[in-house]
């Protein structure tokens, strides 16, 4: 169950909505509309705050925790990849060592272009 709360009970950004988006690959998928949500392990970004990507303004407009083990197919689409198999593969090829831990939660920010 994906655990979704009003903007004010949403505990305080740990990292800067700057930070959210920083891969070159990933900004290229959310400029190309591919790519239309980022899971970090900290908050970045309040709803309604504007990242800004290559002069090009996206609007966050969902902040919730969800567990690994709540991905689908659906979710890994979000994230510019065409299964949660991918979506992992890539992740931990990002952090060698990391596990991959079903509940492990982390902060989706969903996004779309203003």
Known sequence: MTNQQPQNELP???CTIERLV???EDV????????????RNGRYA?????????????????VYSQSLGELTDEHAKQEGFAT??????AILSYHPGMP????MRVWVHEF???
């Open 46 to 62: 309040d709803i309604g705050e504007v990242m800004t990507l290559e002069g090009r303004d996206f609007v966050v407009e969902k």
């Open 100 to 103: 991959w831990l079903p509940q």
């Open 28 to 39: 290229e998928k959310v400029l190309n509309g591919e790519k239309t949500a980022t899971r």
């Open 22 to 24: 920083t891969m070159k």
């Open 12 to 14: 305080p950004k740990t």
């Open 112 to 114: 779309r272009a203003v």
């Open 84 to 89: 949660v198999e991918d979506y992992k593969n």
